[in-house]
């Protein structure tokens, strides 16, 4: 960020006092300008015994299979967001069942947060963002295709919480790995 949003003019990298971390500081107003991750809200939808997955229309990983998911909005909840990404990316509507999964992914400045959620009427389409959805089987599910480190650890824990008939809340920190 070289311009403050607050005032317009240059801002500069430094620790501001009672600080320790370097921010963006307006050389103008003083206004410091603070980078906090990102809230990212999605479903894990299930349909009879499948999940619903989307396949990517957009960068990153255009092509791979994901959840339905995106950045959480001003002025929603996580659960409604995660209600709108999946009404956006797979014309889907559903009935959220709890929170799932939540993951800390600090090297990328993210939190995502993945609701339990049941596929009404067994509808659903591809919206803007997505080339296709499909609902998977276990055995079906394209591994190898899945966009990203947390749509796999979802998908894991899921059909081994579908075993137990028990479905807990997941908290986790997902580091790098090397295809992401």
């Known amino acids: 960020m070289n311009c403050c949003t607050h005032c317009g003019h240059p801002t500069t990298a430094q620790i501001p006092p009672g600080d320790d971390k370097l921010r963006q ?32 229309a957009i960068e990153p990983r255009y092509g791979y299979w994901t959840l339905p998911a995106g ?7 996580m659960q409604q967001g995660a209600e ?61 295709q899945l966009a990203f480190q947390s749509v796999r650890q979802t998908l894991h824990h899921y059909f081994a919480d579908r075993e137990q008939e028990h479905y807990p809340l997941h908290l986790e920190t997902l580091y790098p790995t090397v295809n992401e």
Not at 45 to 53: A, T
Not at 71 to 77: A, I, P, Q, R, S
Not at 124 to 129: I, V
């Open 25 to 56: 500081v307006c050389s103008a107003c003083g206004n410091i300008h603070y980078e906090n991750p990102k809230t990212i809200c999605g479903a894990l939808v299930i349909w009879q015994d499948q999940v619903l997955l989307c396949r990517r």
């Open 71 to 77: 950045y959480m909005e001003l002025n929603e909840t």
């Open 84 to 144: 709108r990404e999946t009404f956006e990316e797979a014309q889907a509507y559903i009935d959220t069942e709890q929170l799932y999964c939540l993951y800390d992914i600090p090297h990328i400045g993210q939190i995502y947060a993945i609701f339990k959620a049941k596929l009404q009427h067994g509808r659903f389409g591809a919206g803007t963002e997505t080339l296709e959805s499909r609902l998977f089987h276990k055995d079906d599910i394209p591994w190898e």
